[in-house]
């Protein structure tokens, strides 16, 4: 293309915009920060919606209707990404869309989907359980992944560095395996620092940061910016137990803190329970 541009276009000076548009794109103007607050408000109302239409017997395509339902009603673009709806099992695949089987009593549903609305997008993850009650050990794995979201968003504020950040939350995570007897103090002891120990059961990044593309362009060496819109995405996958659970909100870096742009989704085991029975 650009050899091309070069021979039509001769007199033009080209150079790369790609450094600028870097430092440009992670910096949320306000007009941006309101649209992704509406992709993230319609994902809301879906989230809704599936909490009160799923039961066991419902297909995972069935839900996926559910979803586009709610954003094609309030003009979202579509979805962000091909979204996950992964029960039992298909949860344990990261990369999931196949969205085709049924969804069983006693399983847990992974979802990850969010709306686009102006060229801007919302990512959400969220794990229910099919029946509307978590088993024990399901709610154990749940709140430990929560408790590794919570930990995470407190580093997400001005300053704080790409690499550090990811190294801090595997540190909260290897704790919550070792409290859930997926991994022992001696696996820890001799792990590789190169692929510790916990990436065995969360083997993708915490954060990304979010804006016209889901994963958005951006310096991995900078430190995080007021303006800045990251992802907080935790999970725990159990190949031998078919459950895998990630939660996902999209986080907002303000002066002095941060604001949780999905603080009024559902996220909470005894309210997502609430909603599914009542
Ligand atoms: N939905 C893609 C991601 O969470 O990164
Ligand atoms: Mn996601
Ligand atoms: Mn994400």
Redesign the pocket.
């Known amino acids: 293309m650009l050899a091309d541009l070069r021979s039509k276009y001769p007199l033009h000076n080209y150079e790369r915009s790609a450094l600028i548009m870097r430092d440009l794109r992670v910096v949320k103007s306000q007009t941006e920060i309101e649209l992704t607050k509406k992709a993230c408000a319609i994902t809301k109302d879906a989230f809704e919606r599936v909490l009160k239409f799923t039961k066991p017997g419902v297909t995972e395509y069935e839900i996926e209707a559910e979803i586009i339902h709610e954003f094609t009603r309030q003009r979202a673009t579509g979805h962000?990404?091909n979204p996950?709806i992964a029960s039992g099992k298909n949860a344990i695949v990261l990369h999931y869309i196949d969205n085709n089987q049924v969804c069983n009593d006693g399983d847990v549903i992974l979802f990850?989907?969010?709306a686009e609305y102006a060229n801007y997008n919302a990512?959400m993850?969220r794990s229910i359980p099919v029946n509307g009650r978590f088993t024990k050990r399901q709610r154990d794995v749940y709140d430990a992944v929560l408790r590794v979201m919570k930990a995470a968003k407190e580093m997400l504020v001005e300053g704080t560095i790409w690499n550090e950040y990811h190294d801090e939350v595997g540190k909260v995570m290897t704790d919550e395996l070792i409290g859930l007897g997926l991994l022992t103090r001696h696996d820890v002891e001799k792990q590789d620092p190169k692929i510790p120990a916990y990436k065995k059961y969360f083997m993708?990044g915490t954060s990304?940061h979010l804006g016209l593309d889901?994963?958005d362009f951006a310096s991995r060496y900078k430190p995080f910016e007021v303006g800045n819109i990251l992802?907080c995405?935790p999970g725990i996958y159990i190949p031998a137990e078919g459950l895998g659970i990630?939660l996902?909100n999209n986080i907002l870096i303000t002066k002095g803190g941060n604001v949780d742009l999905m603080a009024d989704i559902p996220l909470e085991a005894e309210h997502i329970e609430e909603i599914m029975n009542s």
Do not use: M, N, P
């Open positions: 962000a990404y996950i990850d989907f969010g990512d993850s993708h990304h889901v994963h992802t995405e990630r996902e």
